[in-house]
């Protein structure tokens, strides 16, 4: 149902008059400029949402705002999801190198205990941890390093690695977060970048990062989704790293 000049009424403290009856309800954002239209809308779950149209043109200032901030989601497919589109993935030599770590653990486990062979095989598996582990490194701190130069806050989630081991079935430690968290902070420390974790319990993905809605039935699965309250079309990971952005400013405000 939507309503155009009449009809509705916005109070202080949000509240909003329709039809002459109040109700409460929860901003997602501050309305700026002029209600042209608002609309309800209510989803088949039976929960309201209001959508306003206003005549307020964005004149980029949010952009400049955060220009400086940006907002990283963690991923299994990519290492780091930015909120300004860019990916950062893994270097091909390291991928290349955990692929020698698969066949070198599986070379081990095939040789009989206690033979010279899986002693040899044993020092080979050790030797390719070691370079991987190392070259691991390095791209940890040159990455954190350019995070570091280029923005002047950082927002990341709270990672909880125990339920993101349960909810992705794979080592977490072998993609290295945790190293890499600890190396970002002390560049960070250096380059004077401020590091801002949202709480484990934000909904990064299920948000949609245009209107503020929540999608509840978002699956693991799903890479691409529309919101069903304001149509956008939302690319998971980046969508994730907005909300976390978003989350993060609003945080440092408060
Ligand atoms: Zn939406």
Known sequence: MTYTQTGYKFLEGNVVKIQGIKYRYHKSREMEGTIKTM??????LGEFFIAVVTDHVATGKTENMSRTAIGIDFGMK?????????????????????????????????????????NKAKLHLLRVHERISNQRRDWFWKTSKDLCEKYETIVLEDLNLNGMQRIWGRKISDLGFAEFLGILE??????????????????????CSSCGAINRNLELRDRVWTCRICGEV?????????????????????
């Open 39 to 44: 609309t309800l809308k209510r989803t088949p």
């Open 78 to 118: 990519t290492f780091l999801n930015l909120s300004t589109g860019e990916k950062i993935d893994s270097p091909l030599f390291l991928r290349q190198s955990m692929m020698d770590l698969k066949k070198a653990g599986r070379n081990h486990s095939t040789k009989k205990k206690g033979s010279a062979n899986r």
């Open 186 to 207: 002390v560049q960070a420390r250096k380059h004077n970048t401020k590091i801002v974790y949202v709480g484990r319990f934000f909904p990064s993905s299920k948000l």
């Open 234 to 254: 939302l690319d998971r990971d980046l969508n994730a790293s907005r909300n976390i952005l978003k989350e993060g400013l609003r945080l440092l405000a408060g």
